[in-house]
Structures are given as structure tokens and as C-alpha cells.
């Protein structure tokens, strides 16, 4: 139990750098769309940004790295969405 976390640590701190300044840029038009089907676009993108971004790196590193790469990717594209959502209602 000990090496598979001492394990997920190293790589952890080898991923870390890789998704520290994502150079891969993927635009999705999500005007007009309602929420669920922008949130859909969103995640489309940041998977096909993941992917690439993590491209060069061993299967051990994308597996470790993927989750989060994902959720920082989504997170981020959901607050632009919602804030464009919001200059739109003014």
C-alpha cells in the first residue's frame, strides 16, 4: 500500500509541471447552447485537449494525470462560460 502511494506521489510530481501551463488550446463555440449541452461541448474539449497535452508522456503519467488535467480544464471552461453567460444577461 505504501509503494503504490509513494508511487502516485513521484508521478503526481512529475505530472504536476506538464499541466502547470497547458500550452494546448481548444475553441468551442458554446453560443446559444443551454447549459447541459455547453457543459457536453466543454468536456468533448477538454478531453481532446487532455489528450493532447499529455501525448508525449507514458501511460503511468496519463493515468495519474488525466483526472486532473480533466477537472482543471472543465473548471475553468465552465467559469468563462458562466461569466460570459452572465455578461450576456446584462
Given amino acids: 500500500m505504501f509503494r503504490t502511494l509513494a508511487l502516485?506521489?513521484?508521478?503526481?510530481?512529475?505530472?504536476?509541471?506538464?499541466l502547470a501551463a497547458p500550452a494546448t488550446?481548444?475553441?468551442?463555440?458554446?453560443?446559444?447552447?443551454?447549459?447541459k449541452t455547453a457543459h457536453a461541448a466543454i468536456?468533448?474539449?477538454?478531453q481532446q485537449a487532455c489528450r493532447a497535452e499529455l501525448a508525449d508522456y507514458s501511460d503511468l503519467v496519463k493515468f495519474y494525470a488525466r483526472p486532473a488535467c480533466l477537472s482543471a480544464t472543465v473548471a475553468t471552461?465552465?467559469?468563462k462560460f458562466a461569466a460570459m453567460r452572465g455578461l450576456a444577461s446584462r
Fill in 25 to 35: 488550446q481548444v475553441t468551442i463555440n458554446v453560443a446559444g447552447m443551454d447549459a
Fill in 43 to 46: 468536456v468533448q474539449a477538454a
Fill in 77 to 79: 471552461a465552465q467559469a
Fill in 8 to 18: 502516485a506521489a513521484a508521478v503526481a510530481a512529475f505530472a504536476v509541471p506538464a
